[in-house]
């Protein structure tokens, strides 16, 4: 099984500025790598697929990046909505699909 | 869109069966190359995948579910199914049923919450 690791934890971060979240794959995963943004009560919401292929009707100030072990999730200026907790998931060997235990955006 | 949503009991006794139904809107739960996939969050917790079933029948579970997990699919109503046995209290968690087409998950439903208690 690919263990996912998410880094920090929580981050806290002033709205306007930039936040970076890191996801560490235990082995590659291609580019085959997925982010979800999750608000309280609601269900994960897809941000990327393939790393960095922004799903539909995502923001431009968020990107994704990387490939093999490594990847991070960029959003450039915080906006109000954006404070959530995100995680990333790798499809590339499965079963099973694996997630990331979740960076949680906090506003500083 | 695409419209996923779950339903079943909210509550299931220690030892019993879950049971969680999603029914899909807005598309063909046939689509080729489309799978549909259970996936649950405990209180307070991350997200754990279940298993996925694929337009063509298929299943896959993750293995430390894989003995208490079936999922089906009735394609006359445009659903699919989960039942997972043997129930405990680790087993409480908000159930999300979700669908995509390269791996990962485009579109979940609202989720639901199935407490595991007597």
């Known amino acids: 099984e690919i263990v996912m690791t998410q880094s920090p934890a929580t981050l806290s971060v002033s709205p306007g500025e930039r936040a970076t979240l890191s996801c560490r794959a235990s082995?590659?995963?291609?580019?085959?790598l997925a982010w979800y943004q999750q608000k309280p009560g609601q269900a994960p919401r897809l941000l990327f697929y393939?790393?960095?292929i922004r799903a539909t009707g995502i923001p431009a100030r968020f990107s994704g990046s990387g490939s093999g072990t490594e990847f991070t999730l960029t959003i450039s200026s915080l906006q109000s909505e954006d404070f959530a907790v995100y995680y990333c998931?790798?499809?590339?060997?499965?079963?099973?699909?694996?997630f990331g235990q979740g960076t949680k955006l906090e506003i500083k | 869109q695409l419209q996923l949503q779950e339903s079943g009991p909210g509550l299931v006794k220690p030892s019993g069966t879950l049971s969680l139904t999603c029914t899909v809107s807005?598309?063909?739960?046939?689509?080729?190359?489309?799978?549909w996939g259970w996936i649950r969050q405990p209180p307070g917790k991350g997200l754990e995948w279940i298993g996925s079933?694929?337009?063509?029948?298929?299943?896959y579970y993750n293995p430390s579910l894989k003995s208490r997990v079936t999922i089906s699919v009735d394609t006359s109503k445009n659903q699919f199914s989960l039942k997972e046995t043997s129930v405990t209290a680790a087993d409480t968690a908000v159930y999300y049923c979700?669908?995509?087409?390269?791996?990962?998950?485009?579109?979940w439903g609202q989720g639901t919450l199935v407490t595991v208690s007597s």
């Open positions: 979700a669908s995509g087409v390269i791996g990962s998950f485009d579109y």
């Open positions: 807005g598309g063909s739960i046939s689509s080729s190359g489309s799978y």
């Open positions: 079933i694929y337009y063509n029948g298929n299943t």
């Open positions: 082995q590659s995963v291609g580019s085959n």
């Open positions: 393939g790393a960095s």
């Open positions: 998931q790798q499809y590339n060997i499965w079963p099973p699909y694996t």
